[in-house]
């Protein structure tokens, strides 16, 4: 069966500092993987997308930005941390039916 | 510009009685919808979904309508129980390799 890890499940970090944050995929291959922020009060929004290795698609602009090194590893980074950054992350992935999407337990990240 | 709209941030409703969580959306190219259910901290988990070519989907307590005319879809959870309290998101979906699109949630509580 598949599963999907996500680590750290919490952090805090300061303003300006940087930030890795990990997802894996065991149980498929080529999976599509997806990072989504939740912000307080707010819905799911899509960050960034990969169909294969190497390949990102950014939806919103922003100071984050997403790395793809291996199949079904997925990164999600930053290199200095603003306080808008704060929410829950969540990483998800999709396999050839294209109309199932599981996501993982999610990272929440407070920046202070 | 929302292609998938969840205009009730929020709904209460008395146990054993029925919950109807509405979604409607703007894209005649969807093809397959869904609902996930998360609860606080924690990734989202998908309950229900129902294809484009159906207008209804039934899962135990959980029913999916789709008015296609309309661009409406409904999640109905009868009887509603306390732990069904979660915030809901609709999603929908487009055939090919693109990402899910995502409403910004309706926060159920239901009341014992």
């Known amino acids: 069966s598949q599963t999907i890890h996500q680590w750290p499940a919490t952090l805090v970090q300061p303003v300006g500092s940087p930030l890795s944050l990990e997802c894996t995929v065991e149980g498929t291959s080529n999976p599509n993987l997806y990072w989504y922020r939740q912000a307080a009060g707010r819905g799911l929004q899509l960050l960034f997308y990969s169909v294969g290795i190497g390949q990102i698609s950014s939806e919103v602009p922003q100071n984050l930005s997403a790395s793809r090194p291996q199949d079904r590893q997925f990164i999600l980074s930053s290199k200095k941390l603003l306080l808008s950054d704060s929410g829950f992350y969540l990483c998800a992935w999709t396999g050839f039916k294209y109309n199932e999407q599981f996501f993982g337990p999610g990272t929440r990240l407070t920046v202070l | 510009d929302q292609q998938v709209k969840q205009n009730s941030p929020s709904l209460s409703v008395q146990e054993g009685r029925i919950s109807i969580l509405n979604c409607d959306y703007t894209n005649s190219m969807f093809d397959y919808f869904l609902w996930y259910k998360k609860y606080p901290a924690e990734g989202p988990t998908f309950l229900i979904s129902?294809?484009?070519?159906?207008d209804k989907n039934e899962d135990g307590r959980f029913t999916v309508f789709l008015n296609k005319s309309a661009k409406h879809l409904s999640l109905h959870i009868v009887p509603s129980q306390p732990g069904d309290s979660a915030v809901y998101f609709c999603a929908a979906i487009s055939p090919g390799n693109t990402p899910l699109v995502f409403g910004k949630g309706t926060r159920l509580s239901v009341i014992a």
């Open positions: 129902i294809s484009s070519i159906k």
